[in-house]
């Protein structure tokens, strides 16, 4: 959400053309890969952008085909809605000759830039209930339920449905209930199987979609081979409060609300990983726990070092480091992140 925006934004002062693959004369000279036609449309462009360029036949055969031959005079960059299907069409084509961006919510850096930390605190509650999505950030309090509504509907699924051929809308709408009910918490397999009424495969392949389309990711777990460390487990969370709040119908006050730890959490590891991914860090994320209830919300490992976190809403006090985990792995700072500190996120 919000690519064409944001292109608009931070072209708006350089010599760049934004081509929308949607137009039937744009995309006409492109499926028939008329490079003279391309060029006529381009230009001498310091940047081209093919906005909808999953609406082209064989764009990845084009984009390999412009690459090689160095037809365009500037960089190229091909943007897609359905970021399904354009990466279907171009990973293969473009092996070695691509890189990919995730544009992902707003994050707590970019909103402190445009608005001030002062603003993130007094707003930091709307934050969890309705999430960071540009649309919901910028509407009134009264429209966000309704756009975060008609978000989680087809709006959410429709990579799936439509390229993987899957009809059961509500099944994938029962597994992410079920996944947003056990936000912070490790995720069975074969228990949702069950729940679900479908195969463990089955289940597995609709996270892995869910995954793709970026919904949901998961945490794995961090072990070596001490006996009582959970070693297989996951957990998921969602990249945006906001839909995840909306598929369990819920935007309570924090107050009313039973799952405010399972939110705090959710919304501190999206910040770490903005964080991260805006400063192109390249970070293992990973959750430690064993089978006696010693545990670590978070831990980054980068280069062999690591750095753990602990995330509480409410805490008087510093969150000692388990003594098992210190052990094994060495002396360690453990981060502990309230609501009074969460500043800590993006400065660590």
């Not at 002062?118 to 309705?130: A, C, D, G, T």
């Not at 009809?167 to 209930?177: E, Q, T």
């Not at 309570?252 to 039973?258: D, F, G, H, I, T």
Request: include cysteine; glycine fraction near 6%.
């Amino acid at each position: 959400m919000g690519k064409t925006t944001l292109l608009n934004t931070i072209l708006a002062d350089k010599k760049s053309i934004i081509l929308n693959c949607e137009k039937t004369v744009i995309n006409e000279v492109l499926e028939n890969k008329n490079i003279p036609g391309i060029k006529q449309l381009t230009g001498e462009k310091a940047i081209v952008v093919f906005d909808e360029a999953q609406k082209v036949h064989q764009i990845g055969e084009l984009l390999k085909i412009l690459y090689d031959e160095n037809s365009l005079a500037g960089k190229i960059i091909a943007t897609g809605s359905s970021s399904f299907e354009l990466a279907g069409k171009i990973t293969e084509p473009l092996t070695g000759r691509n890189r990919k961006l995730k544009l992902l919510p707003v994050s707590l850096n970019e909103i402190k830039m445009k608005d001030g930390w002062l603003w993130i605190e007094e707003n930091l509650e709307s934050l969890l209930l309705f999430g960071q999505y540009p649309a919901v950030l910028t509407a009134p309090e009264s429209r966000k339920e309704i756009i975060l509504s008609e978000l989680a509907s087809d709006y959410l699924y429709k990579d799936i449905l439509i390229h993987e051929r899957i009809k059961n809308h509500s099944l994938l709408h029962k597994l992410l209930k079920a996944l947003a009910l056990q936000v912070g918490s490790e995720v069975s397999i074969n228990e949702l199987g069950g729940l679900l009424g479908i195969a463990s495969q089955t289940v597995t392949r609709y996270l892995n979609l869910l995954e793709k389309t970026f919904v949901i990711y998961q945490i794995g777990t961090f072990s070596s081979n001490l006996r009582n460390e959970l070693k297989k487990s996951k957990k998921y969370f969602f990249y945006d409060l906001g839909i995840r709040n909306a598929i369990l119908n819920n935007f309570s006050p924090l107050e009313n609300r039973q799952d405010i730890g399972a939110l705090w959490e959710n919304f501190c590891i999206n910040e770490r990983i903005k964080k991260n991914n805006a400063t192109q860090k390249r970070i293992n994320y990973y959750f430690w726990r064993t089978y006696d209830g010693a545990e670590i919300d978070l831990l980054e490992e980068s280069g062999g070092k690591l750095e753990t976190f602990e995330f509480k809403w409410k805490s008087k006090k510093r969150i000692k480091i388990p003594d098992s985990f210190e052990k094994k792995y060495g002396k360690n700072q453990l981060n502990t992140i309230t609501k009074n500190n969460f500043f800590e996120l993006i400065n660590n």
